[in-house]
Nanobody
C-alpha cells in the first residue's frame, strides 16, 4: 500500500524559509510522481509543485517560481520542498500526494497535511 507522510511545517516570519519533507513508501519502482498542494483558509486546494522521481523533472506554479524548490532523495524515498522568501499569502495546509504522473487536480495518494503559517 502506498503511503505518503509530510513533515516540516511550522510558523515563520515573512521573508523566512521552511523545508517540508514527504516520505513515500509502497512503490515498487521509481516511476512515480510526488506533488505538493496547498489549501489556504477559505480557498480551494491548489497545486504548487511536482517532481517525476524517475526522470527528475520538476514543475512549479508561477506563484512559487524562484522561491520554492522541489527535490528528491531517491535513496531515502523522500521529496523535499524548500520554501524561501515566504509571504503571508503562503499560509496554508500543505499536502504531499503521489501518483504515476504529475496532475494539477487529484492525485491518487494523499498525506494528511502539514500547516505552514507565515506571519507578517
Amino acid at each position: 500500500e502506498v503511503q505518503v507522510v509530510e513533515s516540516g511545517g511550522g510558523l515563520v516570519q515573512a521573508g523566512g524559509s521552511l523545508r517540508l519533507s514527504c516520505a513515500a513508501s509502497g512503490f515498487t519502482s521509481d516511476d512515480y510522481a510526488i506533488g505538493w498542494f496547498r489549501q489556504a483558509p477559505g480557498k480551494e486546494r491548489e497545486a504548487v509543485s511536482c517532481i517525476l522521481i524517475k526522470y527528475g523533472s520538476t514543475y512549479y506554479k508561477d506563484f512559487v517560481k524562484g522561491r520554492f524548490t522541489i527535490s528528491s532523495d531517491n535513496a531515502k524515498n523522500t521529496v523535499a520542498l524548500q520554501m524561501n522568501s515566504l509571504e503571508p499569502e503562503d499560509t496554508a495546509i500543505y499536502y504531499c500526494a503521489a501518483d504515476i504522473t504529475c496532475r494539477d487536480d487529484a492525485m491518487k495518494y494523499w498525506g494528511k497535511g502539514t500547516l505552514v503559517t507565515v506571519s507578517s
